[in-house]
């Protein structure tokens, strides 16, 4: 059966849509994080067939130290390894990425896991820069492992599409990430029918 991509206008056509497990991973720590609202949003918006599954926080994984297997970083290993997707939201700090998420991302590059990954960065900032500079930073880590980013989407001015549970409200955002995932998961599909035919 098709899957249907729900108010988006779109449809995704694989018959193995239902089998998609997306990844996702919140850059911040903050109890009431804006960016960790967008994920959760996400998961409510998601396309039929299309399952998103929450790392738990990153403040659980510790500095990076090669030599070391930590529990939490072989969680997350596995969970990267096992989907077929991640999206990552994201706040800008200093310009950047946060430090806890450059070190998540640190711990993979030996492991491989995001190598030919597609991967969807979102990013929400109080300001109208939307937090573009922590996505460029992203691109750059994300890349020199070999991932894949078939789509982005910057959510500016966040604290006014937020609701007093710190909930996203804004329909219109709510909207693109819902056509954030559907580009997510059409690239999820081009990647297995490329692998398929190779
Ligand atoms: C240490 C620090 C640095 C920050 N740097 C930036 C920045 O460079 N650009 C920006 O747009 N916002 C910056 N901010 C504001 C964050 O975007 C804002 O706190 C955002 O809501 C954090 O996302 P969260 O709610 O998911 O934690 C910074 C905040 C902190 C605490």
Redesign the pocket.
């Known amino acids: 059966m098709r899957a249907a991509a729900r108010g988006a206008g779109r449809r995704i056509s694989s018959p193995s849509v239902s089998d998609m497990r997306i990844a996702t991973l ?1 850059g ?1 720590l ?1 109890e ?5 609202a967008l994920v959760r949003a996400a998961r409510e918006v998601a396309p039929d067939g299309v399952e998103l599954v929450v790392f738990r926080s990153l403040a659980d994984v510790p500095w990076l130290d090669p030599s070391l297997e930590p529990e939490p970083v072989q969680e997350l290993r596995e969970l990267i390894g096992e989907a077929d997707g991640v999206l990552i939201a994201s ?5 950047s990425m946060p430090g806890v998420l450059k070190n998540a991302l640190d711990w993979l590059v030996g492991s491989g896991e995001l190598s030919g990954l597609p991967v969807a960065l979102i990013s ?4 109208m ?1 939307g ?1 573009i ?1 922590a996505q460029m930073a992203l691109t750059q880590t994300l890349l020199a492992q070999a991932a894949l980013i078939p789509v982005t989407l910057t959510v500016p001015a ?1 604290k006014s599409k937020l609701d007093e549970n710190g909930e996203l409200a804004d329909q219109a955002t709510r909207r693109r990430i819902r056509e954030t995932l559907v580009a997510l998961a059409e690239a999820v599909e081009e990647r297995r029918a490329y692998l398929q035919a190779s």
Do not use: D, V, Y
Not at 32 to 36: E, F, I
Not at 124 to 127: D, E, G, M
């Open positions: 919140s911040s903050q009431r994080s804006s960016n960790t706040p800008e700090h200093g310009h929400a900032s109080p300001t820069g937090g500079r966040i």
